[in-house]
């Protein structure tokens, strides 16, 4: 294929596709030119279907740091494990491509998308989405896409389109939306407080964006697409499955409709066991290959029979498994101050998941060094979620965090921050571990609301509590059901996984995923409103709980003192090789952090040492004028005159004939080291050093001899 090239503006900056010049042995791959952001998408898919009962799709977002003229940190110098921004993005892209493959599709697909030049204004990761769903449109894989994003921002009320990084620090709305030509079908974004009308209308606005590159999508795909490989769909047979679904309905009915978690899933497992049991005869007497499919279809038929009496409980008799109204939120409970040693904790429970957040407080130096693609360099506020197998009563895997438990503590993190004071309010980093110790439905939103618990039992002055829920959605065309606090069950076999989080005044983060290939602005508004309701449910319970932050910190946590000092004095409190400063640390066993604005952060956990260190500092930075007048103490003597330190760091000289009215012979007739003498400060020249004189405070009878100004350490 010879290399093709489509261009096109995307808001309102340039877009460039080129096809067929690079990674030509790929089933599908695009070079996507962004601006200056450069990002090679490339995707391959097995020529058989795996054996698996789910769609082995995966998703890579390599994050080069050559794109954006670094050399990686650390020993090795080459890149490593994915970033936490790079795996968010792997997900961002992951969720609306998923739901566009045939039900059935089980050939392993892989997305690779590698970041080879970043410019900040134009986002590599809305690049490779469209990359993503390019590389799959021309490709000879069966995609029923094409898929399209965009970032939507709002600033001073007007909707943008991929804003840039300046906007984007103006914007009360930090959108990413993604979907087809009809439909949205992917929604992540943070927000400050807006209002549900608000928000519609951000989604709404990128939706239009989507269906303009959807449509440059198409035109490419025309050009130089491949033709669609034949594939095989795991299906099952009608008749088969006509009988399991006569004899066993009603029966899965009843285990479904067991209102405890645990017990339900034990009934529903063995309405799955009866099944699985009245054809074993039959799989026994095939052969092997013939048996391995019979078993694996009747396995299936069983899966789908819970599915289908799920969803037509919801969706025609409005009936859920356990018993709630569509929109009813189960039993909450919560408790602040658990965890004595920690700053501030929160236990929150809603029915049978639960969630324990610790708030720690640190001085700000201890804040997060990102070392990534992207403009920001460090954060003061984090927000980690840990999901063990226990809150499900089941073991696995025990380690590192893994994409889920990461993207649950970034959808925390998102829907908190908007909440956290200023550095200015309130100088401390803050971190937030949530431990999820029970789960059966939407562990992020409860971590959230503990989160909200143990930040105001820290005692940090958040903006407002927060409140997080997530919203369900069961469709069979015609009707559709939307579900308050979805459970387990309803979200693995619903049809939307809808998150709204926000405080009493608006919305602070949102997330969706679908199963679907979109929903309609009808089924968003209503789930909006829907969420409010609940959300201000949730808020009620918490604010019963701790009405507002602790007036006082933890005798745990740190103390910690600001002070503004000239940026142009940073050099003489942190001195040569930082000597001066350590020797500040080594005396008062203090922490000290300042920034290039000359913000300086004292903290300890003794008020007194904070008080002794802020001095010091007081009085490295303090601003020597003429006429000004000191008690100093003569550190050196010299044949020409005295050193006097007035302030610390701060010395200055006194000639020998500023040192008494009448004329002497030698400095040590009057003066010794050591000795208190008040002085006057004559002039600073202009090379910064300090003139001092003794004789300008000095009586005009008084003689030399009578040493009244001064305390001699000789005497």
């Known amino acids: 294929m010879t290399k093709q090239v489509f261009e096109t503006t995307w808001g309102g900056r340039p877009l460039q596709v080129e096809v067929g ?40 977002y390599e994050e080069k740091m050559y794109a954006v003229g670094k050399i990686p940190g650390g020993f090795i110098k080459r890149e490593g494990r994915p970033s936490t921004d790079a795996t968010l993005t792997a997900r961002l892209i992951d969720r609306p491509i998923r739901p566009m493959f045939a039900e059935g599709f089980r050939n392993e697909v892989q997305v690779t998308n590698t970041v080879m030049s970043v410019e900040q204004d134009c986002s590599p990761a809305m690049a490779a989405m469209l990359g993503s769903s390019l590389a799959l449109s021309i490709s000879d894989i069966p995609f029923e896409g094409p898929i399209a994003g965009v970032e939507v921002g709002r600033v001073n009320g007007e909707y943008i389109l991929n804003p840039t990084v300046e906007q984007h620090e103006s914007s009360d709305i930090d959108l990413t939306v993604a979907g087809t030509s009809e439909a949205i079908n ?27 590159l959807v449509a440059f999508e198409e035109e490419v795909a025309a050009s130089c697409g491949k033709e669609k490989m034949d594939i095989s769909l795991l299906q099952v047979d009608e008749d088969l499955q006509k009988a ?4 066993y309905y009603e029966t899965m009915k009843t285990a479904v409709l ?8 034990d009934e529903i497992e063995n309405v799955k066991t009866i099944v699985k049991e009245a054809y074993e005869e039959q799989i026994t007497a095939l052969e092997e290959e013939a048996s391995d499919h019979l078993a694996q279809e009747v396995n299936q038929i069983a899966e789908d029979l819970e599915k289908d009496v799920v969803r037509e409980l919801i969706t025609i008799d409005k009936i859920r498994p356990d018993g709630r109204k569509v929109d009813e939120i189960r039993s909450l409970s919560s408790e602040v101050g658990l965890l004595p040693r920690a700053h501030g904790s929160g236990l929150f429970t809603r029915g049978q998941t639960q969630a324990l957040s610790a708030c720690t407080l640190a001085p700000l130096g201890e804040h997060q060094v990102i070392d990534g693609l992207g403009v920001e360099e ?38 908190l921050s908007q909440i956290i004071p200023s550095e200015a309010e309130f100088p401390y980093t803050i971190r937030l571990v949530a431990e999820v110790l029970e789960s059966n439905g939407s562990s992020s939103q409860a971590s959230i609301c503990a989160g909200t618990l143990a930040l105001m039992d820290a005692g940090v002055p958040i903006k407002a509590p927060v409140a997080g829920i ?21 979200d693995h076999l619903g049809d939307m996984d809808f998150k709204v989080a926000g405080t009493k005044d608006g919305i602070t983060a949102l997330q969706m995923d679908i199963k679907i290939q979109g929903i309609t602005e009808q089924i968003l508004r209503e789930a909006l409103a829907q969420a409010k309701q609940a959300r201000m449910e949730i808020l009620q319970q918490l604010t019963s709980t701790i009405a507002q932050p602790k007036e006082e910190l933890s005798p745990y946590a740190p103390k ?18 930082g000597d001066v400063i350590n020797g500040i640390i080594d005396e008062t066993g203090v922490k000290i952090d300042i920034d290039q604005e000359g913000n300086v952060s004292i903290a300890s956990s003794d008020a007194e040492m904070i008080k002794k260190a802020s001095g010091i500092i007081k009085d490295l930075t303090k601003e020597i004028k003429p006429g000004e007048v000191y008690l100093g103490k003569v550190v050196r003597i010299e044949k020409f005159g005295a050193f006097v330190n007035i302030a610390k760091g701060k010395d200055g000289l006194v000639h020998i004939s500023q040192i008494a009215k009448e004329r002497i012979n030698k400095v040590e007739d009057v003066l010794h080291v050591g000795d208190e003498v008040l002085v006057k400060v004559t002039e600073i020249d202009k090379q910064g050093r300090i003139n001092l004189s003794r004789k300008a405070m000095l009586k005009d009878d008084e003689k030399t001899d009578d040493k009244k100004d001064s305390k001699s350490t000789k005497e």
């Open 244 to 247: 399991i679904y006569n004899n």
């Open 560 to 577: 910690i003192e600001m002070m503004s000092i000239d940026p142009e004095k940073i050099k003489d409190v942190i001195g040569k090789g």
């Open 378 to 415: 460090s954060k003061r506020f984090i927000h980690h979620y840990n999901f063990p197998k226990y809150s499900v009563g089941s073991t696995g895997r025990a380690g590192s965090p893994g994409r889920r438990e990461i993207g649950h503590g970034a959808l925390g993190e998102r829907a």
């Open 258 to 265: 067991t209102e405890e978690k645990l017990a339900r899933e």
């Open 186 to 212: 992917m929604v992540e974004s943070g927000a400050q407080e807006v209002t549900e009308a608000d928000m519609l209308g951000a989604l709404m606005f990128g939706q239009e964006a989507i269906q303009e």
């Open 21 to 60: 010049q690079l990674a030509k042995q790929a089933n599908g791959a695009v070079l996507v030119r962004y601006g200056e952001t450069v990002v090679l998408s490339a995707v391959v898919a097995s020529k058989e279907a795996k054996g698996t009962d789910f769609f082995p799709l995966t998703i890579n």
């Open 470 to 490: 997530a919203m369900g959605l069961v469709s069979d065309g015609e009707n559709y059901t939307i579900l308050t606090d979805i459970q387990g069950m309803e």
